[in-house]
């Protein structure tokens, strides 16, 4: 990976690690908790491809592994995000750009139920059965929730900022470009804005206001 990548990569790894232990661990909801940092893991992969999802995905499964308050075996998460990460930049389409936030959500909702699956698969294989205590069906279905809940504002964010910190094209085009990018088109196409739309019609209705006023300038000079 490029310098950039890493340097990126491990400040928001960073970043979602501390906010997930220090707030939305504590939030105390039922059932899963929101995994900020699977989000970060597919925001990163759908932009870096499935090499790059894969290394994000184990340095942020590992460092989640060794930071407080960890319970389990070292390296047991750090292998669920790198499958993961790896799974999730094979959806990176081959031009970068993508129309809808079908696709995105998709991943999501996959890699959140994937994420409980793995988890408690891996915990069974060395003996750790906290899964079955807690409910496998709840933890499935409340993953899924809180993950979808909080993409929108998480992976759209992650994606931009990963395109401009390695000078890609379409992070600078994207603005002139009629069809949005794949950061930009979760944005519109998740929250039903059409931002391109609106400015081209504020564009003809300043048109149209000066062609109307000059008509005017035009009329009075004749009377």
């Not at 900022?161 to 470009?177: G, I, M, Q, V």
């Amino acid at each position: 990976m490029r310098v950039n990548r890493i340097l990126l990569s491990v400040a928001l790894v960073v970043v979602a690690l501390v906010i997930q232990v220090s707030v939305l661990a504590r939030l105390h909801l039922p059932g899963a908790v929101p995994d900020l940092l699977l989000l970060t893991v597919l925001g990163l992969a759908l932009v870096y491809g499935h090499v790059g999802g894969a290394l994000v995905g184990f340095g942020a499964g590992l460092l989640a592994d060794l930071a407080p308050p960890a319970d389990h075996a070292a390296g047991r998460y750090a292998l669920v995000l790198c499958v993961l990460g790896y799974l999730a930049g094979l959806a990176k389409p081959d031009n970068g750009r993508l129309r809808s936030a079908t696709g995105p959500m998709v991943v999501v909702v996959g890699a959140a139920i994937g994420t409980t699956l793995l988890y408690a698969g891996v915990g069974a294989l060395v003996g750790d059965t906290a899964a079955r205590h807690v409910g496998l069906p709840s933890l499935l279905f409340t993953a899924s929730l809180y993950d979808l809940l909080l993409a929108p504002f998480v992976v759209p964010g992650i994606m931009a900022l990963a395109r401009r910190a390695e000078n890609d094209p379409l992070a600078d085009t994207n603005s002139a470009a009629k069809s949005p990018d794949i950061s930009s088109g979760w944005l519109s196409s998740g929250t039903g804005l059409r931002i391109g739309g609106q400015r081209n019609a504020l564009r003809m209705k300043t048109a149209r206001a000066r062609m109307a006023r000059a008509g005017r300038i035009k009329g009075v000079k004749r009377l």
